[in-house]
């Protein structure tokens, strides 16, 4: 886990992640990370020291937790897809969201989801946005092919006052045969959707809406708004960390 700061420094945070890769922050500041080998959720305490907060639903071990958001009540969503473990090692048997709820309690939030990878709320948490890279193996030769994949896509889910999601459905169809699948996602404060996919950074508006694509020199894995306004948006791409100054600002 590397930190860079606006002054440009870079330093290790934390060796043996168990290959960490979505963040956030909770409502106290502590980093969240998904620890995808170690097949948990890990929480960095003010002291250094490394928590569990939680590694499986029913006595069963989680896939391999993707991507992470906290939600202003405490409550964090997190991505488990399952197509990233080999068959005989998965305990779970299907793809999933869970929420941790502000008490710690642990709650499946959907199975409903072909591959969930990134995931975001709109700015007044009432949907839950979803990244959806693939559907199953098939897609991954598709690609690698130079056809188009019809499976790329963000979905959207309602999203009651105590976290409960319903009301599944697709947000906007992400197909293509270009580099890059739907992946880290943000939102900025007028609710347009930010999120990585063929050819770049898709910009996408509260109706589903394609508004236009942010090309990066390398394809773009996840982002960040941040800076002194939170409009400077930050973007890890292939071996690279890119910021692109922006005109909106994402959410505190």
Same mark, same amino acid.
């Given at each position: 886990l590397m930190r860079w700061d606006i002054e440009g420094s870079l330093s290790t945070v934390r060796e043996n992640t168990g290959e960490g890769n979505g963040c956030t922050l909770d409502r106290e500041g502590r980093l969240i990370m998904c620890e995808a080998a170690n097949r948990r959720i890990g929480r960095t305490e003010n002291d250094g020291s490394i928590a569990v907060i939680a590694e499986g639903w029913q006595g069963k071990r989680f896939n391999r937790p993707n991507d992470v958001v906290c939600r202003s009540d405490g409550s964090i969503f997190f991505t488990d897809p399952q197509d #990233? $473990? /080999?068959? +005989?090692q998965r305990e779970l048997g299907f793809s999933a969201v869970f929420r941790i709820a502000p008490d710690g309690q642990l709650h499946l939030? #959907? @199975? +409903?989801? *072909?591959? /969930?990878?990134?995931?975001?709320?709109? /700015? @007044? *948490?009432? #949907?839950l946005y979803i990244a959806i890279s693939r559907l199953d193996e098939r897609c991954i030769q598709e690609a690698e092919q130079g056809q188009a994949c019809t499976h790329r896509r963000i979905r959207a889910f309602d999203v009651a006052p105590d976290g409960t999601l319903s009301n599944n459905r697709i947000f906007i169809d992400m197909s293509s045969a270009e580099p890059g699948v739907p992946d880290g996602m943000k939102v900025d404060t007028e609710g347009?959707?930010?999120? #990585?996919?063929?050819?770049? $950074?898709? $910009? $996408? @508006?509260s109706a589903g809406n394609q508004l236009g694509v942010i090309r990066v020199p390398e394809v773009p894995r996840n982002m960040a708004f941040g800076g002194p306004n939170l409009s400077t948006l930050y973007i890890t791409a292939g071996d690279s960390l890119y910021s692109l100054e922006t005109k909106v600002r994402g959410i505190a």
């Open positions: #990233t $473990i /080999p068959q +005989e939030a #959907t @199975d +409903e989801c *072909e591959y /969930p990878n990134g995931l975001a709320f709109s /700015p @007044d *948490e009432s #949907t347009r959707v930010y999120c #990585t996919g063929s050819g770049g $950074i898709w $910009i $996408i @508006d």
